[in-house]
């Protein structure tokens, strides 16, 4: 058997570290703004500060937004794009609810008040829920239910 060839040992590596180098490139992608959101989606699932927490109102402020769009968050598209810039809003009588966990299934919840702009103050709850997987988080997403849009469902029932 011979040994490769220098471009043959070129075209190796150059396939081992294309993985490497597709993950840097799309980490070096990223806006400042959307590795804010992901940092900080990141931080949800486990900060114990979560509902006392300025650095968390970029995840409630774009989960109020998603669910005030027209048509509403569904399930399929309920996460909010991160590349936008998130609305200016304002907190208030935020507390913790207690952590759900249903393996894979987890979330953690807070109650307040969010006034965004002119808007009239709604309360609700902000809630990030993720999906493990393998022992990874899979899927995180934060959301925003009003009061209204949960007395409007289980009045439905």
């Not at 979560?50 to 774009?62: E, I, M, P, T």
């Not at 609810?97 to 807070?110: E, G, H, K, N, T």
């Not at 007395?151 to 439905?156: L, T």
Request: glycine share 4%; proline share 9%; aromatic share 8%.
């Amino acid at each position: 058997m011979t040994d490769p060839s220098p471009i043959q040992r070129s075209v190796r590596r150059f396939l081992r570290l294309a993985p490497l180098a597709a993950v840097v490139a799309t980490a070096a992608c990223a806006t400042p703004q959307e590795q804010t959101y992901e940092t900080r989606l990141a931080e949800a699932r486990t900060a114990p500060d979560l509902c006392q927490s300025d650095r968390f109102h970029v995840l409630v402020a774009k989960a109020w937004e998603k669910a005030h769009e027209a048509g509403g968050a569904d399930v399929e598209d309920a996460s909010p794009n991160p590349n936008t810039p998130a609305p200016a809003i304002q907190v208030q009588a935020s507390s913790a609810m207690p952590d759900v966990s249903f393996p894979p299934y987890s979330q953690r919840a807070c109650r307040m008040t969010v006034q965004s702009g002119t808007a009239a103050p709604e309360t609700g709850f902000f809630t990030v829920a993720y999906f493990m997987h393998n022992g990874k988080v899979d899927t995180s997403v934060p959301l925003w239910d009003s009061d209204k849009e949960v007395s409007d469902y289980y009045n439905e029932l």
